[in-house]
């Protein structure tokens, strides 16, 4: 990687995964970095959890965190996770591994801790400077003015020339840009909403479950997620609808809590003695999709991350994709820098329809991990699929593998599923166990249908 000769500032407004990390990024291209973030300083001050305390980090963010050179900061904070543990309501538990051997594995880690690290990384850079309790409130793109609000509610502004905008879903600084005009966008809501819940660790600080897996108790509508923390607890997700019978609105006292627990999910109950409590005293989340473009304004405006995309969370892909973007930017900005519109318009070209694909995919695997992983013929399929990439390498790598364990254009990832779907299906449809697969119509179809994704 150049070092770049540019006594130049961006501005970064969003200091939260995407934002920090970009921070880093470009410091190390040697540009100077001011960034503005609406929250106290979380290394000094505890700040309230927000949105999923854990997430599952994979391939592509493990490499944007390798290219900067902190992934070994990270790693020490992350649970392996090797498959999905499915819990029925009663019977079984039963571990379904995520790739095809125990190095394809994705990564439990914690929110504030990831940031928190970055956050650090990048102070270290001489050229970057952290400016905490300062929210972007309006920004005229056409000039360049920013107006933020500090922690005493005073408004100020400032002209930058190049502001990359990291400030999350919600992003003002898009707002921004719709008020310029000729910009597309959609932002859809789910019908459903979560809810955290925490499985305290053991009474002597173990787990009290299996901790190198992603706990899911799939009911068809809805599920209820859990991930390991370090400290020996687990951090859960309910996944349900607003409304209806099983619903956020029909759940209104805690006795109709308990009742619902103990009905769909009697096993996780045992293991949260303050359910009750929990589930009224925490927020409920709305989970939306946002796409829009053009992600810039000429040269002096730039989305990124969930600002530009934002997706459900049922990939496990939202950060990691976003922490793609600063790969793909640093690596625009080596091509086509000082042209900064250039740059920018390279990113977008780039990254639009990963972005759109990643979302689909993302809303898909709801109904696949809510209702599927349960069902016989998606466990077949599954396990089918993992042997299929075990003789045919070069041409077949199941979805979840290419999403997760590589860096495969998630667009193209989108297209090879369909494909491999169809393929899983034909060979699926006449057997009931793995052993009967016919390989030869399986060799036949492979190459057939994948030659053209062949991988040297
Ligand atoms: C329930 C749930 C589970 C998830 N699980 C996963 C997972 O397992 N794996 C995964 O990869 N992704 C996951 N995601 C997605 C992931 O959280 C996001 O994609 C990721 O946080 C995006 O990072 P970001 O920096 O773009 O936005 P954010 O993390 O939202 O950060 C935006 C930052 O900008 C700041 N900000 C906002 N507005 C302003 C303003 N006006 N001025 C200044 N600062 C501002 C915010 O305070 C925040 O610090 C999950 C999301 C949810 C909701």
């Known amino acids: 990687m150049a070092t770049l000769e540019s006594s130049e500032t961006v501005t970064i407004i969003g200091g939260g995964l995407v934002g920090s990390l970009l921070a880093i990024f470009l410091a190390r291209r040697g540009f100077r970095?001011?960034?503005?973030?609406?929250?106290?300083?979380?290394?000094t001050q505890s700040v309230s959890a927000g949105r999923s305390i854990n997430m599952a980090m994979s391939r592509r963010g493990i490499h944007a965190l390798e290219q900067v050179g902190v992934i070994d900061e990270i790693m020490p904070l992350a649970i392996p996770m090797r498959g999905r543990m499915i819990h029925p309501v009663s019977g079984e538990l039963k571990l379904q591994p995520y790739g095809k051997n125990e190095r394809e594995v994705i990564h439990s880690v914690s929110r504030a801790e990831l940031n928190k690290t970055l956050l650090s990384a990048a102070d270290r850079y001489e050229g970057v400077r952290l400016?905490?309790?300062?929210?972007?409130?309006?920004?005229?793109?056409?000039?360049?003015?920013v107006t933020m609000q500090n922690g005493q509610g005073e408004n100020w502004s400032f002209i930058s020339d190049r502001v990359l905008a990291s400030d999350g879903s919600g992003s003002a600084v898009r707002a921004a840009m719709q008020d310029a005009g000729r910009f597309n966008f959609s932002?859809?809501?789910?019908?459903?909403?979560?809810k955290e819940l925490t499985i305290p660790p053991a009474s002597d600080g173990s787990f009290s479950i299996e901790p190198n897996a992603l706990h899911i108790w799939p009911r068809g509508q809805y599920m209820l997620i859990a991930l390991p923390n370090p400290d020996?607890?687990?951090t859960c997700t309910l996944f349900f609808p607003f409304e209806g019978t099983d619903s956020f609105d029909g759940l209104s006292d805690k006795d109709q809590v308990a009742a619902f627990f103990e009905r769909q999910f009697p096993d996780a109950m045992t293991l949260m003695p303050n359910l009750s409590d929990m589930f009224f005293d925490n927020p409920t989340g709305t989970l939306v999709t946002v796409k829009c473009f053009p992600w810039h304004y000429q040269s002096r405006v730039l989305l990124m991350g969930d600002a530009a995309h934002a997706i459900v969370p049922f990939f496990g892909q939202g950060m990691n994709c976003g922490f793609?973007?600063?790969t793909v930017l640093d690596d625009c900005i080596g091509q086509y820098w000082p042209d900064w519109e250039r740059v920018f318009q390279s990113f977008g070209y780039r990254r639009k329809d990963n972005a759109d694909a990643i979302a689909?995919?993302?809303l898909t695997n709801y109904i696949e991990m809510r209702d599927r992983v349960s069902d016989a013929k998606f466990m077949l399929q599954s396990s089918v699929g993992l042997a299929l990439e075990m003789r045919f390498p070069q041409f077949f790598i199941p979805k979840y593998s290419m999403v997760s364990f590589h860096?495969?254009?998630?667009?193209?990832a989108l297209q090879r599923g369909k494909i491999q779907e169809e393929i899983l299906q034909a060979l699926c449809g006449p057997i009931t166990s793995v052993e009967d697969v016919d390989w030869n119509l399986a060799e036949q179809l492979v190459k057939d249908r994948l030659g053209k994704y062949q991988e040297s």
């Open 131 to 145: 400016c905490f309790e300062e929210k972007c409130v309006a920004m005229d793109v056409r000039s360049g003015e």
């Open 360 to 362: 689909d995919m993302a």
């Open 324 to 326: 793609e973007d600063c």
């Open 33 to 43: 970095v001011d960034v503005y973030e609406r929250r106290p300083d979380m290394r």
């Open 407 to 412: 860096r495969v254009p998630y667009s193209e």
């Open 187 to 194: 932002q859809e809501f789910l019908d459903h909403g979560y």
């Open 232 to 234: 020996g607890s687990f």
